[in-house]
């Protein structure tokens, strides 16, 4: 497996923001992958995850703003950022686990890609 995250970079508050991650390995399709965000001198921070199947989970702070989807192929998954905070300003992480269920927290990951930096100006 080899995550490999894409996009990022700095945009307004309000604004928008894609982040795209591909599995150049491509070794598991019926996986979950999922992505995470830490700030400076925060621990990660679960952000959302989409299983094989579409199903779809997100954290509390992202709700409703950030949407996740998919393409099994690859598999690729994307994170479209709407209405854009500077709380969240953060390093992004791309992260994959070779089941299909709703997970959320850091252990239940085994692979990560490396981070992408996103930088919310007020």
């Known amino acids: 497996v080899q995550l490999q995250a894409s996009g990022g970079g700095l945009v307004q508050a309000g604004g928008s923001l894609g982040l795209s991650c591909a599995d150049s390995?491509?070794?598991?399709?019926?996986?979950?992958m999922g992505w995470f965000r830490q700030a400076p001198g925060k621990e990660r921070e679960f952000v959302a995850s989409i299983s094989w199947r579409g199903t779809r989970n997100y954290g509390d702070s992202v709700r409703g703003r950030f949407t996740i989807s998919r393409v099994n192929a690859n598999p690729t998954i994307y994170l479209q950022m709407n209405s854009l905070r500077p709380e969240d300003t953060a390093v992004y992480y791309c992260?994959?686990?070779?089941?299909?269920?709703?997970?959320?927290?850091?252990?239940?990951?085994?692979?990560w890609g490396q981070g992408t930096q996103v930088t919310v100006s007020s």
């Open positions: 992260a994959s686990v070779p089941q299909s269920g709703v997970f959320s927290a850091t252990a239940d990951y085994t692979y």
């Open positions: 390995g491509r070794t598991y399709t019926t996986n979950t």
